[in-house]
């Protein structure tokens, strides 16, 4: 039966350096659980002290109500599939994936209708006298994949484990861990710094930085509402504009040239400078607007990316549908910016932190 | 909640290989040092023994004799080895894999057959002077320092040729072909690419050269006659039958030392600067010449390969000739392997027993000090790495005079038993086998060890399960390198050796002191042909994944 993972105030130091820095994760049983953020980031180091092959130095972890902390890494229960996946290359595919069983005594017969099962659902049962080396990256994969979670553990963790594949597989063995994890309902914590890939796969995303949580939230909410600065220059691809706040009324007035301003709520009290980050599809062409001049126009197939110099002195991007919109527009051409004012997100210029 | 030490498998065997080590090396090795400072005469605390050796020139002369006989052998060699590594890389020299296996048997050989050998061909009864006095010619002379330089040259010249030649191999293709297209003539690409490029390497070789010929006692012992150099001054000092002084030995003994530890730092300070790591994506091509030209490369390989072999090829030669107590009478007999069999089987079954016990110790050790210094870092593994380094520089007559001097009273009396002769064995053949292990490890991810703890296996089980069986092929190629230098281990074992425990080397060394040169040949075969099957199986297990220097 899988578990729920608790991490209270969690510490990791190396010398005055502290790694990861005071975290606090509540993780729900079955739930896809990613750790997402920049290499030197502390995530790797906060998988490993789950895992049991880093100390925690201060604060608690608990799989349910049992504490963790002097639970020695081969009695954790745990299953791990490592970044350069860690196939035993001495053992042929069956007896990487019975490993773990031999190790917890199963009884042979036992054992081996579950590697069988292991193999079959990765598809993998028909290479299964093979010796690692004469397997493929992908194929590799799926057999890391399935010995981590043949001995169903309480909980499966993943390092980087698509990283050293190529594009195309990476997409595909995505959709592949996605669906495994589903079917076998264990909570899954997948360390990654593909934003892309952590968007794609999990049900909740931490985004990390400096060895602490940035924003806790669920892949839609964490594109759609990044809460600082650095979350939304991370996630996705964003246009960072100065603006000026002001109170008007019930509303802000945030102008952001002499000729452009846009009136909105914001969540908080807060006049002066301010940034506001808009993605490409939240700004659009329009009769009024940030006038400009196109840069240089992409065609990309489903949609077209402009790349626009405000009069402002700053570039932003800018994609338009082809489904919206079937012209292409010139190079060169005069237009004017507009932004969506319900999704874009504005922030103080201070602290950097969400206040629309 | 912290745990400071775990008193875990790990630490016990921390404490306990630092302990062995700290026993058999340091401890030894320091007293050697603390006895240096007593004079022999009054009993007290002094320097009297190192003024002793710079006052007197019949001592100091034979630290500038040994300085000058490494110091020429490093350059000859290095004129040597040098371009032996570019044909060998660079042209499709003839019969290369086999040149290849010749060179390191060349260097493997029993360290004294080479003087040995030269004596039988040019020595006053070699059969080379022989013929050119019956032409009326007269050969210079092979005793002494010519002698001595020209068997160093041709017996260590593979160490430079090895290490050039490896890393002229990892020069990646691109490098020379970015010089080509810059505009850059063959010569001027050597000159000015390749060689920088390979320096450190050729100067590590140069650095093995130099001590190995500094700390060597057989050959000059043998060729010197009146050169005496500074091991063979160490050992008559000991040995002399006037009653030897321990104390004015000690004091040459970390003369040597201090020598040959020096070359070391500097060349291991002038390394860190200089370091050019490479990986050789695309290695350089081998260009294939034919005919003529194939032939004149060929040509100078073949020679040095040819003087590197000829010892060994003499050896084995020269064991089946008759001989009488006058010496060689001319026709084929078995004659002297009959006469080893019935005087000498002790010393054959003594060497092959010491050292197989002696390959047991050094393959746990070498696993677990590998493994300490590779993954467990810390203060244990730094020590152990810097121990480790410590055989290297220390001659074998200084270790073995360094083991007398600490085990010749209780509790710990070991002097003329079968165990100092192991001990000095493990001790200065461990290192082989650490090497070897450790390169292994090192290229194994950490995270195969993880898996199998992640997977419910505890650590300990783990490292003899996983850890350990990885690493096998690792360990028992430096294991074989270990077994090969043990059995030809001379100069510790002629300090140590007691009545009943001589071994083959001694015996080797004995026999030609008493002109007994067909038996020397007949044991000395026996190591040649020991020594060329466990290389075989070196190269067939390693496969040329571990280098032999």
């Known amino acids: 039966m899988s578990s729920n993972v608790i991490i209270k105030n969690a510490v990791k130091k190396y010398g005055d350096f502290k790694a990861v820095n005071h975290i606090d994760l509540d993780i729900n049983q079955g739930e896809f659980f990613t750790l997402l953020g920049p290499s030197g980031c502390g995530k790797t180091t906060l998988l490993r002290m789950i895992a049991g092959f880093n100390s925690i130095d201060e604060g608690q972890i608990f799989f349910g109500d049992i504490l963790l902390n002097n639970v020695d890494a081969h009695k954790r229960d745990i299953g791990m599939v490592f970044q350069n996946y860690a196939i035993f290359p001495h053992l042929t595919v069956e007896e990487n994936v019975a490993y773990g069983l031999k190790a917890k005594k199963v009884p042979k017969e036992q054992i081996r209708i579950r590697v069988q099962e292991a193999l079959e659902q990765v598809q993998i049962e028909k290479l299964r006298t093979r010796k690692p080396s004469e397997l493929s990256g992908g194929q590799q994969q799926r057999v890391a994949l399935a010995r981590a979670f043949v001995i169903e553990p309480q909980i499966l963790l993943m390092d980087e484990p698509l990283s050293n594949l190529d594009a195309k597989l990476r997409v595909q063995m995505r959709t592949v861990i996605k669906k495994l994890q589903r079917r076998l309902g264990i909570t899954t914590i997948y360390v990654t710094h593909d934003q892309e890939e952590a968007l794609a796969i999990s049900d909740r995303i931490a985004v990390m930085k400096d060895g602490q949580i940035m924003q806790i939230d669920s892949p839609e909410k964490i594109y759609k509402k990044p809460q600082n600065t650095f979350i939304a220059g991370f996630i996705g691809v964003s246009n960072f504009i100065e603006c000026d706040i002001m109170k008007a009324d019930k509303n802000y007035d945030i102008s952001i040239s002499k000729d452009y301003s846009v009136n909105m709520p914001l969540n908080k009290n807060y006049t002066g400078k301010g940034i506001i980050s808009a993605r490409p599809e939240q700004l659009s062409f329009s009769e009024e607007g940030i006038p400009g001049r196109i840069v240089l126009s992409t065609f990309l197939g489903d949609f077209v990316e402009y790349e626009v110099l405000l009069n402002t002195g700053q570039t932003v991007r800018l994609n338009e549908y082809t489904k919206d919109e079937s012209q292409v527009k010139p190079d060169e051409k005069e237009v004017h910016v507009t932004l969506d004012t319900n999704r874009i997100s504005v922030y103080d210029s201070e602290k950097e932190e969400v206040i629309s | ?549």
């Open chain 2, 1 to 549: 909640m912290k745990r400071l030490i775990k008193l875990d498998f790990w630490f016990w065997v921390k404490i306990g290989v630092v302990a062995t080590l700290v026993l058999f090396l340091i401890y030894p090795f320091s007293s050697l040092i603390y006895r240096s400072f007593f004079s022999a005469k009054t009993g007290q605390l002094s320097l009297a023994n190192y003024f002793r050796f710079f006052e007197k020139p019949y001592y100091y002369r034979t630290l500038f004799r040994s300085l000058f006989v490494s110091g020429t052998a490093t350059v000859t060699t290095v004129v040597i080895g040098v371009p032996m590594a570019y044909l060998m890389t660079r042209y499709n020299v003839l019969g290369k894999k086999i040149m290849h296996i010749l060179i390191i048997m060349s260097l493997m050989s029993p360290p004294f057959i080479g003087a040995y050998s030269w004596i039988m061909l040019f020595g006053r009864a070699g059969v080379v002077t022989k013929f050119f006095a019956g032409l009326g010619i007269t050969l210079p002379t092979i005793y002494g320092k010519l002698g001595i330089i020209m068997v160093f040259t041709f017996k260590l010249f593979p160490y430079v040729y090895l290490y050039t030649s490896g890393a002229m191999s990892s020069i990646d293709r691109s490098l020379e072909e970015a010089a080509e297209n810059l505009g850059s003539n063959k010569i001027r690409r050597l000159l000015t690419i390749s060689l920088p490029v390979v320096m450190p390497s050729i100067a590590a070789g140069a650095v093995m050269v130099f001590m190995t010929s500094l700390a060597d006692f057989g050959t000059p012992m043998l060729m010197g006659e009146g050169y005496t150099v500074l091991p063979v001054l160490v050992y008559n000092e000991y040995m002399s039958e006037m009653g030897g002084n321990a104390n004015l030995a000690s004091a040459l003994s970390v003369i040597i030392v201090v020598c040959s530890m020096s070359v070391l730092l500097v060349q291991k300070y002038f390394v860190s600067k200089k370091n050019y790591v490479m990986t050789a994506m695309r290695p350089p091509v081998e260009e294939q010449v034919h005919g003529l030209k194939r032939f004149f490369i060929t040509l100078p390989v073949l020679l040095v390969v040819g003087m590197g072999i000829i010892p060994q090829a003499v050896v084995l030669i020269t064991s089946f000739i008759k001989t009488d107590f006058t010496g060689f009478i001319g026709g084929f007999s078995l004659g002297s392997y009959e006469t080893i069999a019935k005087r000498l089987g002790t010393n054959i079954r003594n060497t092959y027993v010491f050292s197989i016990i002696a390959i047991v110790i050094i393959v746990l050790l070498g696993i677990l000090i590998s493994y300490i210094v590779v993954r467990q870092r810390g203060k244990a593994g730094a020590i152990l790495d810097l121990l480790i380094m410590f055989p290297y520089v220390i001659p074998g007559a200084v270790l073995g005079i360094s083991l007398i001097v600490a085990f010749n009273k209780p509790p710990l009396l070991l002097t003329g038993t079968a165990a100092i002769m192991v001990v000095a064995f493990v001790v200065r053949k461990l290192p082989y086998t650490v090497r070897s292990g450790s390169a292994f490890l090192q290229q194994m991810d950490q995270s195969i060890e993880e898996a199998s703890i992640n997977l419910g296996v505890s650590p300990m089980k783990t490292f003899f399960t996983v850890t350990a069986r990885l690493m096998a092929p690792g360990i028992m190629s430096g294991a074989i390198l270990s077994w090969i230098t043990c059995i030809n281990e001379l100069s510790s074992s002629v300090m140590l050796y007691g009545g009943k425990t001589s071994t083959i080397a001694v015996a080797i060394y004995t026999e030609i002191v008493r002109n007994s040169y067909g038996t020397a040949a007949a044991l000395a075969s026996i190591l040649t042909v020991t020594t060329a099957v466990s290389l075989l199986i070196f190269l067939k297990i390693s496969k040329g994944k571990v280098s032999v220097v």
